[in-house]
């Protein structure tokens, strides 16, 4: 990433809680030469219907992990994880390589999962001659990772726009690395009764209504879910790393694309000795050379990217049913008075897809619900906007 684009992104307002999202005076404009890139995963209602919701996550995932690779940024460019799709604001830098590599990620999810993509690029200049934007903020998770938070249309106007055009038609495919992204923790169980995926977007009639709409969610949901960390999905006693090959195997097929048997040998070798020796490493908070592996599983819990803001609040709950009931009966309410449309799907548990940069604080944890978190809120979500006729 070029100096000027570092200066930009470490010229961020940076928020001192999450509450503070619904603040929109303190985002920044993305540059109107920048770039967003995104992906979504055409039908992944119908994979996760299948069994495939890992698959789905890990797709979703793959462009925030080649992208960052790509450009070999100090700090993670700005991203936002949806599930089944992701989207990223990139500077105006090789930007006919960074074609090449999102057309890659898209051959290479439907080589390894036979999940069809949808990728795709348009730049902030063309957003805004379209009537739509986005800022950006940053969220500081600890010293070494931030979140990123996007205020404005342009995110669910560009999620729907590379849906319906081919932007990287005839794109040569470049070869993506997709190093760091893995996919080795077990499922973790909420320690209540469910875990519940929830999208809440907010149709004030300007800025002000929208945030005071946000001002009354967040109330809401502190009242009946607690702090954050209350609901945090991710608790550092239940994380377990899993040695069942299916889910290592999502991993494996999407690691070693474009596949050959060296590749495919190698890449399982490699995993079989970091899941032996991470499991001893963390057991017994051995420190090495260039980690203390004793600081990893807090860590990940505190790098966990559970709760986001992107054109509307997006979290993941763990809680009772009773929760879920009580705050779907306030959303319901909102809803018949148009202020807001929802989506929430309950699971018995949360996931999480990570991507890893160095094992010592530098990671990232992506977090959904099991049996199709996100992409099924996000389906309620749709329907319910459509009968407002947003």
């Not at 404009?29 to 995104?38: I, Q």
């Amino acid at each position: 990433m070029s100096t000027h684009s570092k200066k930009f992104y470490e010229s961020l307002k940076v928020l001192p809680s999450f509450r503070e999202v619904s603040n929109h005076e303190l985002y920044t404009p993305l540059p109107d030469d920048w770039f967003v890139a995104l992906a979504d995963i055409r039908g992944s209602t119908d994979a996760i219907r299948l069994g495939k919701y890992k698959e789905v996550n890990m797709a979703g995932a793959s462009i925030i992990a080649a992208l960052n690779n790509f450009y070999e940024g100090e700090n993670l460019l700005p991203y936002l994880f949806g599930g089944d799709g992701s989207l990223i604001a990139l500077p105006n830098e090789n930007i006919g390589k960074v074609k090449g590599i999102m057309a890659f990620c898209r051959r290479a999810v439907k080589d390894a999962y036979g999940l069809e993509m949808a990728v795709g690029l348009i730049s902030m200049k063309e957003l805004r001659d379209k009537g739509h934007d986005i800022s950006v903020a940053r969220l500081q998770l600890s010293d070494v990772i931030d979140q990123t938070i996007f205020w404005g249309s342009g995110v669910t106007f560009a999620e729907n726009y590379i849906k319906e055009n081919d932007t990287l038609k005839d794109i040569h495919p470049v070869e993506a690395d997709f190093s760091g992204l893995e996919c080795r923790w077990s499922q973790v169980p909420s320690d209540k009764d469910e875990v519940s995926a929830y999208i809440i977007q907010a149709f004030g009639r300007d800025e002000e209504e929208s945030v005071e709409i946000y001002e009354e969610c967040f109330r809401r949901i502190e009242s009946i879910y607690g702090s954050d960390e209350s609901f945090h999905p991710i608790r550092e006693h239940a994380l377990q790393m899993t040695a069942n090959p299916l889910l290592l195997g999502v991993e494996w097929k999407l690691r070693t694309q474009p596949p050959t048997i060296l590749k495919k040998i190698k890449h399982a070798a490699m995993m079989v000795f970091q899941l032996v020796t991470g499991i001893y490493l963390m057991r017994f908070k051995k420190k090495t050379s260039a980690t203390n592996w004793g600081d990893y599983k807090s860590d990940l819990v505190r790098h966990a990217d559970y709760k986001k803001f992107g054109d509307g609040l997006r979290f993941v709950a763990t809680g009772t049913i009773q929760q879920r009931m009580d705050l779907t009966a306030f959303l319901d309410d909102m809803y018949r008075q148009k202020k807001l449309a929802y989506g929430v799907h309950p699971s018995f548990a949360a996931m999480v897809t990570c991507y890893v940069r160095n094992h010592q604080s530098n990671h990232i944890h992506f977090v959904d619900g099991t049996d199709g978190g996100y992409a099924k809120a996000s389906q309620e979500l749709k329907n319910r906007r459509s009968q407002l006729e947003i």
